[in-house]
Protein backbone atom coordinates (compact mmCIF):
# COMPACT_ATOMS: atom_id res chain seq x y z
CA UNK A 1 0.00 0.00 0.00
CA UNK A 2 1.21 3.25 -1.15
CA UNK A 3 2.03 6.13 1.78
CA UNK A 4 1.16 9.28 2.04
CA UNK A 5 2.62 11.15 -0.95
CA UNK A 6 3.92 14.99 -1.09
CA UNK A 7 5.54 16.84 -3.72
CA UNK A 8 8.20 19.01 -4.56
CA UNK A 9 10.50 17.54 -1.41
CA UNK A 10 12.51 20.91 -1.43
CA UNK A 11 11.47 24.22 -2.50
CA UNK A 12 13.68 27.53 -2.34
CA UNK A 13 12.08 31.20 -3.32
CA UNK A 14 12.27 34.38 -3.03
CA UNK A 15 9.75 36.31 -0.56
CA UNK A 16 6.23 37.71 -1.59
CA UNK A 17 7.13 34.62 -4.07
CA UNK A 18 3.91 32.41 -4.27
CA UNK A 19 4.18 28.38 -3.69
CA UNK A 20 2.00 25.74 -3.17
CA UNK A 21 2.77 22.10 -1.87
CA UNK A 22 0.97 18.89 -2.90
CA UNK A 23 -0.27 15.94 -1.07
CA UNK A 24 -1.95 12.91 -2.00
CA UNK A 25 -3.29 11.10 1.03
CA UNK A 26 -3.29 7.27 1.47
CA UNK A 27 -6.45 5.56 -0.40
CA UNK A 28 -9.36 5.13 1.30
CA UNK A 29 -8.37 8.01 4.28
CA UNK A 30 -11.23 10.60 4.53
CA UNK A 31 -8.91 12.89 6.91
CA UNK A 32 -6.44 14.94 5.77
CA UNK A 33 -4.16 17.11 7.99
CA UNK A 34 -1.20 19.76 7.07
CA UNK A 35 1.08 20.72 9.58
CA UNK A 36 4.03 22.93 9.89
CA UNK A 37 7.30 22.18 10.81
CA UNK A 38 10.00 24.33 11.96
CA UNK A 39 13.02 23.61 13.28
CA UNK A 40 14.00 21.45 16.29
CA UNK A 41 10.15 21.86 16.87
CA UNK A 42 7.37 19.05 16.82
CA UNK A 43 4.56 19.72 14.12
CA UNK A 44 1.94 21.78 14.23
CA UNK A 45 -1.52 21.67 12.90
CA UNK A 46 -2.49 24.44 10.42
CA UNK A 47 -5.57 22.79 8.65
CA UNK A 48 -7.47 19.30 9.23
CA UNK A 49 -9.86 18.02 6.20
CA UNK A 50 -12.76 15.56 7.17
CA UNK A 51 -13.68 14.46 3.35
CA UNK A 52 -13.59 18.29 1.49
CA UNK A 53 -14.71 19.92 4.36
CA UNK A 54 -11.92 22.01 6.24
CA UNK A 55 -13.14 20.82 9.92
CA UNK A 56 -10.22 22.90 11.91
CA UNK A 57 -8.27 25.68 10.31
CA UNK A 58 -7.75 27.69 13.57
CA UNK A 59 -3.90 27.69 13.08
CA UNK A 60 -4.09 28.31 9.63
CA UNK A 61 -2.64 32.20 8.76
CA UNK A 62 -5.67 33.09 6.32
CA UNK A 63 -4.50 36.14 5.33
CA UNK A 64 -1.38 34.11 3.13
CA UNK A 65 -2.33 30.54 3.54
CA UNK A 66 -5.28 28.86 1.20
CA UNK A 67 -6.00 25.04 1.38
CA UNK A 68 -8.22 22.98 -1.06
CA UNK A 69 -9.39 19.53 -1.30
CA UNK A 70 -11.80 19.57 -4.09
CA UNK A 71 -12.72 16.14 -4.53
CA UNK A 72 -12.04 15.19 -1.13
CA UNK A 73 -8.59 12.77 -1.84
CA UNK A 74 -5.51 14.79 -2.37
CA UNK A 75 -4.86 18.21 -1.07
CA UNK A 76 -3.48 21.70 -1.97
CA UNK A 77 -1.58 24.05 0.44
CA UNK A 78 -0.53 27.48 -0.94
CA UNK A 79 1.11 30.36 0.88
CA UNK A 80 0.71 33.51 -1.40
CA UNK A 81 3.28 36.17 -0.46
CA UNK A 82 5.49 33.92 1.26
CA UNK A 83 7.77 35.65 4.11
CA UNK A 84 11.27 34.29 5.40
CA UNK A 85 9.27 33.54 8.76
CA UNK A 86 7.46 30.87 6.67
CA UNK A 87 10.44 28.40 5.92
CA UNK A 88 9.90 24.93 7.38
CA UNK A 89 9.14 21.57 6.83
CA UNK A 90 5.24 21.19 5.67
CA UNK A 91 3.93 17.99 6.62
CA UNK A 92 0.77 16.20 5.12
CA UNK A 93 -1.03 13.42 7.59
CA UNK A 94 -4.04 11.23 6.56
CA UNK A 95 -6.31 8.73 8.72
CA UNK A 96 -9.18 6.74 7.97
CA UNK A 97 -11.42 9.10 10.16
CA UNK A 98 -12.93 8.37 13.60
CA UNK A 99 -11.39 8.70 17.14
CA UNK A 100 -8.71 8.25 18.23
CA UNK A 101 -7.21 7.02 14.93
CA UNK A 102 -3.43 6.82 13.82
CA UNK A 103 -1.98 9.43 11.70
CA UNK A 104 0.26 8.48 8.73
CA UNK A 105 2.39 11.09 7.66
CA UNK A 106 4.30 12.08 4.27
CA UNK A 107 7.88 12.40 3.83
CA UNK A 108 7.35 16.76 4.00
CA UNK A 109 8.20 19.62 1.93
CA UNK A 110 11.24 21.71 2.97
CA UNK A 111 10.47 25.03 1.90
CA UNK A 112 12.97 27.83 2.61
CA UNK A 113 12.02 30.94 1.79
CA UNK A 114 15.43 33.52 0.79
CA UNK B 1 0.87 26.85 20.51
CA UNK B 2 2.34 23.06 21.60
CA UNK B 3 1.03 21.40 24.65
CA UNK B 4 3.61 18.74 25.41
CA UNK B 5 7.11 19.54 27.17
CA UNK B 6 9.77 16.59 26.53
CA UNK B 7 12.56 15.45 28.45
CA UNK B 8 15.37 15.68 27.82
CA UNK B 9 15.69 17.64 24.56
CA UNK B 10 18.92 15.59 23.58
CA UNK B 11 20.15 12.19 24.75
CA UNK B 12 22.96 10.29 23.42
CA UNK B 13 23.80 6.40 24.81
CA UNK B 14 25.24 3.35 24.19
CA UNK B 15 24.10 0.66 21.81
CA UNK B 16 22.56 -1.91 24.15
CA UNK B 17 21.47 0.52 26.98
CA UNK B 18 17.70 1.23 27.27
CA UNK B 19 16.72 4.71 26.69
CA UNK B 20 14.08 6.50 28.55
CA UNK B 21 12.09 9.83 27.48
CA UNK B 22 9.61 11.85 29.38
CA UNK B 23 6.25 13.78 28.08
CA UNK B 24 4.45 16.18 30.25
CA UNK B 25 1.16 18.15 29.05
CA UNK B 26 -1.19 20.49 30.28
CA UNK B 27 -5.15 19.05 29.36
CA UNK B 28 -7.26 15.97 29.74
CA UNK B 29 -6.65 14.00 27.10
CA UNK B 30 -8.76 10.99 25.15
CA UNK B 31 -4.92 9.29 23.95
CA UNK B 32 -1.31 9.54 23.71
CA UNK B 33 0.78 8.63 21.06
CA UNK B 34 4.46 8.39 20.01
CA UNK B 35 5.91 9.10 17.07
CA UNK B 36 9.57 8.67 15.66
CA UNK B 37 10.83 11.14 12.58
CA UNK B 38 14.37 10.75 11.11
CA UNK B 39 16.34 12.86 9.52
CA UNK B 40 14.74 14.16 6.64
CA UNK B 41 11.50 11.93 6.94
CA UNK B 42 8.16 12.23 8.26
CA UNK B 43 6.91 10.65 11.53
CA UNK B 44 6.27 7.23 12.07
CA UNK B 45 3.87 6.26 14.01
CA UNK B 46 5.21 4.14 16.95
CA UNK B 47 2.42 3.73 19.46
CA UNK B 48 -1.09 4.65 20.93
CA UNK B 49 -1.84 4.36 24.91
CA UNK B 50 -5.66 5.64 25.71
CA UNK B 51 -6.40 7.86 28.70
CA UNK B 52 -7.91 4.52 30.33
CA UNK B 53 -4.47 2.70 30.27
CA UNK B 54 -1.57 2.86 32.52
CA UNK B 55 1.03 0.72 30.26
CA UNK B 56 1.64 -0.42 26.75
CA UNK B 57 4.34 -2.34 25.47
CA UNK B 58 5.22 -3.00 22.01
CA UNK B 59 8.25 -4.77 20.89
CA UNK B 60 11.23 -3.18 22.16
CA UNK B 61 8.73 -0.32 23.12
CA UNK B 62 7.38 -0.01 26.66
CA UNK B 63 4.83 3.56 27.71
CA UNK B 64 3.01 4.31 30.51
CA UNK B 65 0.92 6.94 31.33
CA UNK B 66 0.01 8.62 34.50
CA UNK B 67 -2.62 11.39 33.81
CA UNK B 68 -2.60 12.36 37.31
CA UNK B 69 0.83 13.63 36.85
CA UNK B 70 -0.12 14.33 33.48
CA UNK B 71 3.22 12.88 31.87
CA UNK B 72 4.28 9.95 29.91
CA UNK B 73 7.65 7.96 29.02
CA UNK B 74 8.89 6.27 26.10
CA UNK B 75 11.19 3.47 27.18
CA UNK B 76 13.11 1.64 24.61
CA UNK B 77 15.28 -1.45 25.59
CA UNK B 78 18.11 -2.47 24.10
CA UNK B 79 18.85 0.30 21.81
CA UNK B 80 20.49 0.12 18.38
CA UNK B 81 22.17 2.12 16.10
CA UNK B 82 18.97 2.27 13.98
CA UNK B 83 16.81 3.77 16.56
CA UNK B 84 18.54 6.97 16.21
CA UNK B 85 16.03 9.51 15.76
CA UNK B 86 13.98 12.15 17.36
CA UNK B 87 10.51 10.90 19.26
CA UNK B 88 7.44 13.38 19.67
CA UNK B 89 4.78 12.93 22.26
CA UNK B 90 1.29 14.01 21.07
CA UNK B 91 -1.75 14.03 22.73
CA UNK B 92 -5.63 13.86 21.26
CA UNK B 93 -7.11 16.61 23.53
CA UNK B 94 -10.50 15.98 25.22
CA UNK B 95 -12.80 18.11 23.23
CA UNK B 96 -10.62 18.68 20.14
CA UNK B 97 -11.09 15.10 18.60
CA UNK B 98 -8.83 14.27 16.01
CA UNK B 99 -6.70 16.78 16.84
CA UNK B 100 -2.89 16.04 17.46
CA UNK B 101 -0.99 18.62 19.46
CA UNK B 102 2.69 17.45 19.54
CA UNK B 103 5.54 17.88 22.04
CA UNK B 104 9.27 19.49 20.92
CA UNK B 105 11.08 16.39 20.64
CA UNK B 106 13.50 13.96 22.19
CA UNK B 107 16.53 13.90 20.03
CA UNK B 108 18.05 10.20 20.64
CA UNK B 109 21.66 9.39 19.41
CA UNK B 110 22.44 5.58 19.62
CA UNK B 111 26.40 5.45 18.97
CA UNK B 112 27.19 1.60 17.61
Known amino acids: EAGVVQSPRYKIIEKKQPVAFWCNPI?????LYWYRQNLGQGPELLIRYENEEAVDDSQLPKDRFSAERLKGVDSTLKIQPAELGDSAVYLC????????????FGPGTRLLVL | SQQGEEDPQALSIQEGENATMNCSYK?????LQWYRQNSGRGLVHLIL?????REKHSGRLRVTLDTSKKSSSLLITASRAADTASYFC????????????FGQGTTLQVKP
Open chain 2, 27 to 31: TSINN
Open chain 2, 49 to 53: IRSNE
Open chain 1, 27 to 31: SGHNT
Open chain 1, 93 to 104: ASSSGGLQETQY
Open chain 2, 90 to 101: ATDARGNTGKLI
